[in-house]
């Protein structure tokens, strides 16, 4: 069974940064698109950025395009997503998510394999 795990959320004030990483483990990780969701309570999970095994291929959602990038490291079977500018509204659990069929998709039924979820809180 493949695993992801995140690390690297925490609670920040408006306008700072943090990093998220996701290792991904029992897998063969340089087969798939790797994703970054967010979610928040009583509503459903949101996409946040996906990337390619190339990493040549990379999609993000309107609302953190110029303040978020993802990455990913094959080596490493690690992907990262580097958050800058962070808001209030940034606020939520954050989680990684593995895609064996390729598709870049932005709905979360598309992707295979879930981490646990990793909490980033921002205050104002």
């Known amino acids: 069974q493949v695993q992801l ?6 609670l920040v004030q ?3 940064s943090l990093r998220l ?6 897998g063969t990780f340089r087969n798939y698109v790797m994703g970054w969701f967010r979610q928040t309570p009583g509503k459903g999970r949101e996409f946040v950025a996906a990337i390619n095994w190339s990493g040549l291929r990379i999609y ?5 395009k110029g303040r978020f990038t993802i990455s990913r490291d094959n ?4 992907i990262y ?3 800058n500018s962070l808001k209030p509204e940034d606020t939520a659990v954050y989680y990684c998510a593995a895609d064996a069929t390729n598709n870049m998709a932005s709905t979360p039924s598309s992707y295979d394999y879930w981490g646990q979820g990793t909490q980033v809180t921002v205050s104002s």
């Open 60 to 64: 993000y959602a309107d609302s953190v």
């Open 14 to 16: 408006a306008g700072s």
């Open 75 to 78: 080596a490493k079977s690690t």
């Open 81 to 83: 997503l580097q958050m």
């Open 21 to 26: 990483s996701c290792a991904v483990s029992r």
């Open 5 to 10: 795990v995140e690390s690297g959320g925490g």
